[in-house]
Nanobody, 120 residues
Framework: QVTLVESGGGSVQSGGSLRLSCVASGYTYCMAWFRQRPGQEREAVAAIDRDDQPVYADSGEGRFAISRDNTKNTIYLQMNNLKPEDTATYFC?????????????????WGQGTQVTVSS
C-alpha cells in the first residue's frame, strides 16, 4: 500500500497562485490531481507519468501545471490566476499500472486532500 500526503493548500484571493505538493511513500507509475468542489463529484485536474508526460483535464488546462520529481516521489501542481470556482478540496492519487487515465475509479492510492479556497 502506498501512502500519499498532500500539502500546500490555503486561502488566496482571485488572481493569486498556489503550489500543491504530494509525496508518495512508494512506487507509482502515474500520479494525478483531482478536485472536489462542494456538492459536486470528484473531477480530474491533471496527471503525469514517470516519464514526465502530463495530461490535462479541461479543469487544469491553461492555468495549472503538473510536474514530477521521481527522486523525491513527489508531484506538484502549480496553480496560477486562481478563480473562485477553483475552490475545492484537491486530492492526490496514484496508480502502479501504466497509462494515466483521468477517472478517479482507476486510481487505488489517495491522499487525504488539501483545501484550496479562492476569494473574489
Amino acid at each position: 500500500q502506498v501512502t500519499l500526503v498532500e500539502s500546500g493548500g490555503g486561502s488566496v484571493q482571485s488572481g493569486g497562485s498556489l503550489r500543491l505538493s504530494c509525496v508518495a511513500s512508494g512506487y507509482t507509475y502515474c500520479m494525478a490531481w483531482f478536485r472536489q468542489r462542494p456538492g459536486q463529484e470528484r473531477e480530474a485536474v491533471a496527471a503525469i507519468d514517470r516519464d514526465d508526460q502530463p495530461v490535462y483535464a479541461d479543469s487544469g488546462e491553461g492555468r495549472f501545471a503538473i510536474s514530477r520529481d521521481n527522486t523525491k516521489n513527489t508531484i506538484y501542481l502549480q496553480m496560477n490566476n486562481l478563480k473562485p470556482e477553483d475552490t475545492a478540496t484537491y486530492f492526490c492519487a496514484g496508480r502502479a499500472a501504466i497509462l494515466c487515465p483521468l477517472r478517479p475509479v482507476h486510481y487505488g492510492y489517495w491522499g487525504q486532500g488539501t483545501q484550496v479556497t479562492v476569494s473574489s
